[in-house]
T-cell receptor, first 113, second 114 residues
Framework: SQQGEEDPQALSIQEGENATMNCSYKTSINNLQWYRQNSGRGLVHLIL?????REKHSGRLRVTLDTSKKSSSLLITASRAADTASYFC?????????????FGAGTQVVVTP | GAVVSQHPSWVICKSGTSVKIECRSLDFQATTMFWYRQFPKQSLMLMAT?????????EQGVEKDKFLINHASLTLSTLTVTSAHPEDSSFYIC??????????FGSGTRLTVV
């Protein structure tokens, strides 16, 4: 079953704008990860944030984690047309085997030039 | 970095036939592999966990006799969709963990049953 929800379900922005999407989950976690998926393709791992971390940066990506609210956000700054994709959060539960992930519903991002 | 090769990338088969999908870790040994299913515009649903040399663990609601998983070596896991029907049409993705590389996903297989 899916771990949680993401919002918005879809996001349409122009190049140069920032894109923010949120993820909520239900159980205790070891870590939370964000993935990107181009249409009909596999997943690309973007960033992992551990349960004892609150914020992490990687290039134009910024991820926050609030374990008290069981939520995370992904910010993409200065978006580009090439950022058009679906973005998924995934959690590794505290009681799950390593590598077993539960995915959120995803946010479809469209960046127009 | 770690690479997981998944084949075929797409397959069309007739209803009632079986289809085998392979997932290989190319440069590391994967002690565990996971199989996911994804319907159009939806999220990934975990189907089963595959450990080398042992029986796969299936998630609730996944028919083990329909989706046969074999993890015969540390670099190969296979998913066989038996007696496929149109409702089995989906995108199947594997992931492998091991070798200290963390989470590595295959590129997926688009199965269409006609």
């Amino acid at each position: 079953s899916q771990q949680g929800e993401e919002d918005p379900q879809a996001l349409s922005i122009q190049e140069g704008e920032n894109a923010t999407m949120n993820c909520s989950y239900k159980t205790s976690i070891n870590n939370l990860q964000w993935y990107r998926q181009n249409s009909g393709r596999g997943l690309v791992h973007l960033i992992l944030i551990r349960s004892n971390e609150r914020e992490k940066h990687s290039g134009r990506l910024r991820v926050t984690l609030d374990t008290s609210k069981k939520s995370s956000s992904l910010l993409i700054t200065a978006s580009r047309a090439a950022d058009t994709a679906s973005y998924f959060c995934a959690t590794e539960g505290a009681t799950d085997s390593w590598g077993k992930l539960q995915f959120g519903a995803g946010t479809q991002v469209v960046v127009t030039p | 970095g770690a690479v997981v090769s998944q084949h075929p990338s797409w397959v069309i088969c007739k209803s009632g036939t079986s289809v085998k999908i392979e997932c290989r870790s190319l440069d590391f040994q994967a002690t565990t592999m996971f199989w996911y299913r994804q319907f159009p515009k939806q999220s990934l649903m975990l189907m089963a966990t595959s450990n080398e040399g042992s029986k796969a663990t299936y998630e609730q609601g996944v028919e083990k006799d329909k989706f046969l998983i074999n993890h015969a070596s540390l670099t190969l896991s296979t998913l066989t969709v038996t007696s496929a029907h149109p409702e089995d049409s989906s995108f199947y993705i594997c992931s492998a963990v091991g070798g200290g590389y963390g989470y590595t996903f295959g590129s997926g297989t688009r199965l269409t049953v006609v």
